[in-house]
């Protein structure tokens, strides 16, 4: 049925069934999933000492650079968000407002304050970090149809995008970034507040991230990464706003996973502005996504080009959210 982790040479691309996938016997998969984690812990050991790193990365930086300067403006230009708990006086309902006791027994109704939270002014200082999470699509499919369209190379691209775009706003945004896959909801990139320092710590994540896609196995967790990621923004109390960034290559139909559900999941918690970023079009599956998600939570960037408008459509999302 095939090998125990893939390999990708240009050859034509041939899908084998679930169904075939089912008949393969327990012990086959077994020695097939054994011989793939030696393979991956091998991949790891190389990445430490590749010859050639600096070239890898400015082969995925030059296809974005300019791109990188066009979210490094939006990223500085981004105001304060954070709402403030404040008192409204001349209220029709609330608790009885002392210093209107008089105007009530002259007739005025409108004599009750009460707590409501009110945006900052325009301007106003940012007291507290943003968080932003970017969720990677390192799934099996992202590497075998890399050769196809290129989606994985995209997914690099975008990882190193944002690495430079983010680089010297550290006091502003704190961001972590995690990959999903058939093997993992929550695989860890780089750690929250704790990006890579240099060009070489940042091959190493999106080497990282070409290795688990290349020797994870088959499946999909978009659904429970991206549910995951949100609460974990959520729950990030001292933050002026919360974003989850979810890349994916859109293979979601061959795994039953239906439109209705990702738009729960990206709207489910009003805190967090989440935003999907379809990298892969294979049959057009992107964008019949994005035709059934609601407005403004999804893109698809079949060009890396493309990123700095995901950006803005998540953060003019955040603006009418808060209008």
């Known amino acids: ?46 990445i430490d000492m590749s010859e050639h790193e600096a070239n890898q990365y400015q082969a995925l930086l030059a ?5 990188v300067n066009q979210i490094r403006s939006l990223l500085s230009s981004r105001e304060a968000r954070a709402t403030e708990r404040v008192w409204l006086s ?20 409108n004599v009750f304050r009460r707590r409501a939270d009110a945006p900052p002014e325009a301007g106003a200082p940012q007291l507290r970090p943003k968080h932003l999470s970017f ?20 997914s690099l691209q975008c990882a190193v995008l944002v690495f430079e775009a983010m680089r010297g706003f550290e006091e502003r945004y704190r961001y972590r970034m995690v990959g999903h896959s058939g093997d993992s909801v929550d695989e860890p990139l780089v750690k929250l507040g704790l990006p890579p320092q240099n060009e070489k710590e940042q091959l190493r994540v999106v080497q990282r991230m070409v290795a688990h896609s290349q020797f994870c196995s088959s499946g999909d967790h978009t659904l429970e990464a991206a549910r995951l ?24 139909e061959r795994y039953g996973v239906r439109p209705a559900e990702l738009a729960a999941v990206l709207t489910a918690e009003p805190s967090v502005h ?6 892969g079009d294979v049959g057009g599956q ?38």
Do not use: W
Request: with cysteine.
């Open 274 to 279: 989440a935003h999907a970023i379809f990298l």
């Open 229 to 252: 990621a949100i609460a974990s923004a959520a729950a990030q109390t001292d933050a002026d706003e919360r974003f989850v960034f979810l890349f994916s290559d859109a293979n979601l």
């Open 135 to 154: 969720v990677m699509d390192v799934s099996g499919s992202m590497y075998y149809f890399n050769g196809y369209d290129g989606r994985l190379e995209r």
């Open 63 to 67: 296809p974005v650079a300019q791109q």
């Open 90 to 109: 001349r209220q029709s309902h609330g608790e009885l407002d002392d210093a209107r006791i008089v105007d009530g027994v002259a007739g005025d109704s």
């Open 286 to 323: 992107a964008e019949r996504l994005q035709a059934l998600l609601p407005p403004g939570t999804s893109s698809v960037c079949l060009d890396p080009s493309t990123l700095p408008a995901a950006f803005k459509a998540a953060l003019a999302d955040t603006v009418l959210r808060n209008a």
């Open 1 to 46: 049925k095939g090998g125990p982790y893939r390999l990708s040479d240009g050859n034509a691309i041939h899908q084998i069934s679930e169904q075939e996938k089912e008949n393969v016997s327990p012990e086959a998969k077994a020695a097939a999933k054994a011989m793939a984690a030696k393979a991956f812990a091998t991949r790891l050991a190389e």
